[in-house]
C-alpha cells in the first residue's frame, strides 16, 4: 500500500494536460482543452481537460475524473499502479507500508502478467548482451542489421538462448508461477505437464503497451530451415490483443503529434531503421491486416497516414481494400512506394535520412489516385474490368466522411479514368443512398419489438427516481462547489456552507446510491474536524464517487467572457445570492421527500380497513401536510422574493 505523504507527492507533481496529452491529441479553448474521446469513436471533440481543476471529463463515454481515473481507465490500471506509472514519470519514488508489489506475490492477474513479461524482457535483452551465445548469435545479427547501441537499448531487443528450459527454468527458480509463463505464451506446456521454451534459438523484439510497458514479443528465427516458422509472435492474452496494438507506438506518439503525421510500415526491422535514421513518427502493425482499433489509436495523435511499401505489386493490391478502413475513420491517407527489392528498412540503411526524406517527398500520393493507378494499370483496354475498377474506386470515395474532400477525389479521378464527372457523382449518390438505408434498417431492426401491452403505469416511477437523482445530485454540486465558503447571511458567522448543509440534511434519506454515499463521508470527514474540497473527491479511491464528482463540476460549455458585449443578455449568477441557492437546493429536496412521503400514506389511507390505523395514517397525513406548507411558504417568501 502506498503512503498517503508518497501519494500526495505525486498529486502535487501531475500536470493533467501533459499525462493526458500523451495519450490524446489536445487543443487548447479557452481555459480547458479539448480533444477527440479515447473512448468512443467521435469526429467532433467532447473530451475536455481542466487544468484548474484537475479534471478530465469525455462527454461521449460519460468517462471522468483525475489523471490517476483516466488511466485507470485507458489502460485497465488499479489504482496503486496508475500512482506508480504517474511516480515514474515525475521521478518520485515510491514508499509503501508493505513490501513492494514487486516480490511477484501480486495483487491481481493482469499486473502478474505484466511483471513476468517485463522480467522476460530483461532476461532476453542480458543473455543479448552478457551471453556468449548471445553475443554471437543474437547480437551480431542485430549489428549486421545495422542497429546500434542505443537502439538495441531503446527497444529492449533480446536473445532467446537455443535451449528448451532456458527462460523456464530460470523463471521458476525466481519463483514466477507456471500459469502466468503459460498465459502469456513465454513457456509452453508439454503433455506430461512440464514447459519448454517458446521462443529458444530467436532474436527478440519486445512489443510495448501504450505506457511503456512489455506486453508481448514476436521471435525471429536466425536458421534457415524451412519448416521452422520465421516469425513465433506472443499469443492473446488479458494483456495483449494484437488488433489493439501497434508495434513503436510507445516510442513514436511524441514525434506523430509533432510531426502532424505517422508513417505505417509493416515490419519490426522499418520500425527500428527509420526510427534510428531519426524519423521517429513510425509504427508497424507487425504483419497482421490493419484494424479499426489500431487506427483509431493514430488519430488520436494525428488524422493524417503515410503507407510506406515496399515493391511487392501483390501485397500492395491485397491491402487496398483493407485500407478503406482508414478513409472511413476519416484520417488522409498517403502511400508511397519503394523501388523493387527495397523495402523501409533497406531503403534508409542504403540512402540515408535525408535520401529517404526525399524519396517520401517525391514519390507520395494521396490513397484514392494511387488506388486508381495500381488497378487501372491492370486492366488494360478490357471496358468490363475498367469498369469494375471504376466502381471499386467509387466506393472508396464513398466512405470518405467529409463531402468536399469527397468530391474533389471525384474530380481527380474522372480526369484520371476519363470518364465524365457526373457520371462518377451519381454513382456515389447511389452508394450513398444505399448505405443510408440500410444504416436506417440496421438501427429499426435493433430497436426492441413492440409489446402486447405497454407498461404505461411505470413510467412514473422512473421519473419520480430520476427526479431524486436529480435533486440529490444537485446538493452534491454545491457541497463541491461551495462547501468550503463561510456563509454570509442571516449574520451567522464563522460557519462553513458544506457543515452548514450536512446538518440542514441530517434528517434526509438519500435514494441515489452515490450521493448517499457521498454525504457518508462527507459527513464523518466534517465530524473528524476535516472540510473536504472537491480535489478531495477527485482523487478518491471509490471510482463511483469520482465519477459522480467530475460529473457535477464538470461542464460541456462555457460562456465566452464578452458573452454580455455581444448579446446583451445576462445570465443569473447562483453566487449572487448564495442563501437562495443553497436553501433552495435543501428545501426543494426536502420538499420532494415529503412529497413522496405524502404520496405513500395516501396509498396506506387507501387500503386500510381498520379505523384504528386510519387515523393514525389520517394524523401523519396532516402533520407532513403542515410540513410541507411551511417549506413552501419559506420558499415562496425567503428564495424567490
Not at 480533444?35 to 469526429?43: D, I, Q, T, V, Y
Not at 523501388?339 to 494521396?366: E, L, M, Q, Y
Request: net charge negative.
Amino acid at each position: 500500500m502506498i503512503i498517503k505523504s508518497t501519494i500526495d507527492r505525486i498529486m502535487e507533481a501531475t500536470d493533467i494536460v501533459e499525462v493526458i496529452g500523451e495519450f490524446v491529441q489536445l487543443k487548447k479553448r479557452g481555459a480547458n482543452y479539448v480533444g477527440l474521446s479515447p473512448f468512443a469513436n467521435e469526429r467532433t471533440p467532447s473530451f475536455t481537460v481542466s487544468p484548474a481543476k484537475g479534471i478530465f471529463k469525455d462527454f461521449s463515454s460519460g468517462k471522468g475524473g483525475s489523471a490517476v481515473t483516466f488511466l485507470m481507465e485507458l489502460e485497465k490500471f488499479s489504482y496503486p499502479e496508475a500512482l506508480k506509472w504517474l511516480a515514474k514519470k515525475y521521478g518520485i519514488e515510491v514508499e509503501e507500508t508493505v513490501e513492494s508489489t514487486e516480490n511477484r506475490e501480486e495483487e491481481n492477474r493482469r499486473e502478474s502478467l505484466m511483471i513476468v513479461s517485463g522480467y522476460a524482457a530483461k532476461f532476453f535483452h542480458e543473455s543479448l548482451l552478457e551471453t556468449e551465445e548471445g553475443k554471437s548469435i543474437g547480437l551480431s545479427y542485430f549489428k549486421e542489421r545495422g542497429f546500434t547501441n542505443d537502439t538495441i537499448k531503446k527497444f529492449e531487443l533480446g536473445y532467446s538462448p537455443d535451449q528448451w528450459e532456458a527462460f523456464t527454468g530460470q523463471a521458476l527458480k525466481d519463483g514466477y508461477q507456471e500459469d502466468f509463463m503459460v498465459e502469456t505464451g513465454l513457456s509452453v506446456k508439454r503433455d506430461n505437464g512440464s514447459l519448454y521454451d517458446r521462443y529458444r534459438g530467436r532474436v527478440m523484439f519486445p512489443i510495448h503497451s501504450f505506457t511503456g510497458r512489455v506486453i508481448a514479443f514476436g521471435g525471429r528465427t536466425l536458421k534457415n530451415d524451412k519448416n521452422v516458422p520465421k516469425y513465433v509472435n506472443s499469443p492473446e492474452s488479458e494483456i495483449y490483443h494484437k488488433s489493439n496494438v501497434l508495434y513503436g507506438l510507445y516510442f513514436a506518439k511524441k514525434a506523430i503529434r509533432e510531426e502532424d503525421n505517422c508513417y505505417l510500415v509493416e515490419g519490426y526491422a522499418d520500425v527500428l531503421s527509420v526510427h534510428q535514421a531519426g524519423i521517429e513518427n513510425v509504427v508497424a502493425s507487425s504483419g497482421t491486416s490493419l484494424t479499426v482499433e489500431q487506427i483509431r489509436l493514430i488519430s488520436r495523435f494525428t488524422k493524417n497516414i503515410t503507407i510506406l511499401y515496399d515493391g511487392d505489386a501483390a501485397g500492395i493490391k491485397a491491402s487496398l481494400r483493407g485500407l478503406d478502413m482508414i478513409l472511413e475513420e476519416g484520417l488522409n491517407v498517403k502511400v508511397v512506394l519503394f523501388p523493387d527489392g527495397h523495402d523501409p528498412d533497406s531503403f534508409v540503411r542504403n540512402f540515408g535520412t535525408n535520401g529517404f526524406k526525399k524519396h517520401i517527398a517525391d514519390n507520395k500520393k494521396d490513397f484514392i489516385l494511387f488506388k486508381t493507378d495500381i488497378l487501372l494499370k491492370e486492366v488494360g483496354n478490357d471496358p468490363i474490368k475498367k469498369a469494375e475498377v471504376i466502381r471499386e474506386i467509387v466506393e472508396s470515395i464513398a466512405k470518405i466522411p467529409d463531402s468536399i474532400k469527397a468530391s474533389v477525389f471525384i474530380k481527380e479521378c474522372s480526369y484520371q479514368l476519363q470518364i465524365d464527372e457526373r457520371a462518377l457523382l451519381s454513382e456515389l449518390n447511389k452508394m450513398r443512398t444505399a448505405k443510408a438505408r440500410k444504416d436506417s434498417q440496421q438501427q429499426q431492426n435493433a430497436r426492441p419489438a413492440p409489446v402486447d401491452e405497454p407498461h404505461f403505469f411505470d413510467e412514473p416511477q422512473e421519473r419520480v427516481e430520476r427526479e431524486d437523482a436529480t435533486q440529490e445530485k444537485e446538493i452534491i454540486r454545491l457541497l463541491l462547489l461551495y462547501g468550503n465558503k463561510v456563509i454570509d447571511w442571516d449574520g451567522i458567522a464563522n460557519t462553513y456552507i458544506g457543515p452548514f448543509m450536512i446538518a440542514e440534511l441530517s434528517d434526509v434519506d438519500f435514494d441515489y446510491p452515490a450521493a448517499k454515499k457521498f454525504t457518508e463521508i462527507y459527513r464523518r470527514e466534517v465530524e473528524n474536524g476535516v472540510l473536504p474540497d472537491e480535489q478531495y473527491f477527485i482523487h478518491y479511491a471509490d471510482k463511483e464517487i469520482v465519477d459522480l464528482t467530475v460529473t457535477q463540476i464538470a461542464t460541456k460549455y462555457t460562456l465566452s467572457e464578452n458573452w454580455y458585449e455581444m448579446h446583451k443578455i445576462l445570465v443569473p449568477d447562483e453566487q449572487a445570492n448564495m442563501k437562495a441557492t443553497i436553501l433552495g437546493a435543501i428545501f426543494h429536496l426536502k420538499k420532494h421527500k415529503i412529497g413522496k412521503i405524502l404520496e405513500g400514506l395516501r396509498k396506506e389511507l387507501q387500503t386500510t380497513s381498520v379505523e384504528a390505523d386510519q387515523e393514525i395514517l389520517l394524523n401523519q397525513y396532516m402533520h407532513m401536510k403542515k410540513v410541507e406548507k411551511t417549506i413552501s411558504d419559506y420558499l415562496g417568501s425567503v428564495i424567490l422574493k
